[in-house]
């Protein structure tokens, strides 16, 4: 499966984005997906992922009612919607699929976009 993510930009704290990770292929309903990120000399860490049905869903502390992650499999698409940024949320952003049901590891993940850069300014 390829993903391309888009929906990133610049933004004021306290503002909203919402990413979209298109997927290619057929099989996209099958993955369990999820969205990384990695801030300027940072390790890559996970924010959250979703269950291939939509029914699970799971997220980093940092993060946790303050975003949402959804997906339409009908659309091939991932999303994840992010409210009440704050600067420390500046980052690029990474949609992945994982074929294994994995959820928080990106090790586990075997399927990476190429990245949208997600600026929140002070």
């Known amino acids: 499966v390829q993903l391309q993510a888009s929906g990133g930009g610049l933004v004021q704290a306290g503002g909203s984005l919402r990413l979209s990770c298109a997927a290619s292929?057929?099989?996209?309903?099958?993955?369990?997906m999820g969205w990384f990120r990695q801030a300027p000399g940072k390790e890559r860490e996970f924010v959250t992922a979703?269950?291939?049905?939509?029914?699970?869903?799971y997220y980093a502390g940092s993060v946790k009612g303050r975003f949402t992650i959804s997906r339409d499999n009908a659309k091939n698409t991932l999303y994840l919607q992010m409210n009440s940024l704050k600067p420390e949320d500046t980052a690029v952003y990474y949609c992945?699929?994982?074929?294994?049901?994995?959820?928080?590891?990106?090790?586990?993940?075997?399927?990476w976009g190429q990245g949208t850069q997600v600026t929140v300014s002070s």
């Open positions: 292929g057929r099989r996209f309903s099958t993955y369990s």
């Open positions: 979703i269950s291939w049905s939509g029914g699970s869903t």
């Open positions: 992945a699929a994982s074929p294994s049901g994995s959820y928080y590891r990106d090790n586990e993940y075997n399927y």
